[in-house]
Nanobody, 126 residues
Framework: QLAESGGGSVPAGGSLRLSCATS??????????MAWFRRVGGAEREGVAN???????MYADSVKGRFTISRDEAVTTLDLQMNGLKPEDTAVYIC????????????????????WGEGTQVTVNS
């Protein structure tokens, strides 16, 4: 339902910008909660960053200060700017979104996301 782009292979210390097309999510009176996750092989999915309906970001400790999540006002694109990449950032990155029924809408990695992408591979070479 969502489509990620921007993955690739970069050397350690490099940068990538991921984008997720979110226009299919549609309008919601309460706004949206959106997030980026990542998964390595068969391991459990890990939350990377999320952004709530007031556009406040939250980051996993492992990426704080290096990654920036953002979305446009029209809710058509969710981005993840990744700087200072490390080999341990290598993973499939997946975007997710949910509609908020009301303006009060806690946004966490445990939120019940309704929309998911299939993921884009990011490889960081040492």
């Amino acid at each position: 339902q969502l489509a990620e782009s921007g993955g690739g292979s970069v050397p350690a210390g490099g940068s990538l910008r991921l984008s997720c097309a979110t226009s299919r999510v549609g309008y919601s009176y309460g706004g949206h909660c959106m997030a980026w996750f990542r998964r390595v092989g068969g391991a459990e999915r890990e939350g990377v960053a999320n952004i709530d309906n007031a556009r406040r970001p939250m980051y996993a400790d492992s990426v704080k200060g290096r990654f920036t999540i953002s979305r446009d006002e029209a809710v058509t694109t969710l981005d993840l700017q990744m700087n200072g990449l490390k080999p341990e950032d290598t993973a499939v990155y997946i975007c997710a979104a949910r509609k908020c029924a009301t303006r009060y809408c806690p946004c966490t990695f445990e939120s019940n996301f309704e929309y998911w992408g299939e993921g884009t591979q990011v490889t960081v070479n040492s």
